[in-house]
């Protein structure tokens, strides 16, 4: 069974910088996507970056494109979410996910495709 656990978040000012980590254990490997989401209060959960399980193949959402590297650290089953510039707007429980194997070429930023999930961690950006 796969555990993710993020970690990173807290309380950051406007333009400030955070890194977000999702680790993983029990069965591991290189076999799943990972997507980061979050979801701020009285909206609906958003994708905003993922990671494919082979090549490296990235993408981002628009409303993080420029502000956001998602990368994948294999030793330590980790993967982690580098933002920068943060806006009040970020402020939203983040949580990591991961897809089981698939055949697309390109991960994906739809929450409903993904099997495994964390508890979240709160990043609030304010003054």
């Known amino acids: 069974q796969l555990q993710l656990v993020e970690s990173g978040g807290g309380l950051v000012q406007p333009g400030g910088s955070l890194r977000l980590s999702c680790a993983a254990s029990?069965?591991?490997?290189?076999?799943?996507?990972i997507g980061w989401f979050r979801q701020a209060p009285g909206k609906e959960r958003e994708g905003i970056s993922c990671?494919?399980?082979?090549?490296?193949?990235?993408r981002y959402a628009d409303s993080v494109q420029g502000r956001a590297t998602i990368s994948r650290d294999s030793a330590l089953n980790t993967v982690y979410l580098q933002m920068t510039s943060l806006e009040p707007e970020d402020t939203a429980v983040y949580y990591c996910a991961a897809q089981k194997k698939h055949f697309s070429s390109r991960c994906v930023l739809q929450h409903g495709d993904y099997d495994f999930w964390g508890q979240g961690t709160q990043v609030i950006v304010s003054s």
């Open positions: 990671i494919r399980s082979h090549g490296g193949v990235t």
């Open positions: 029990g069965f591991t490997g290189n076999f799943y996507d």
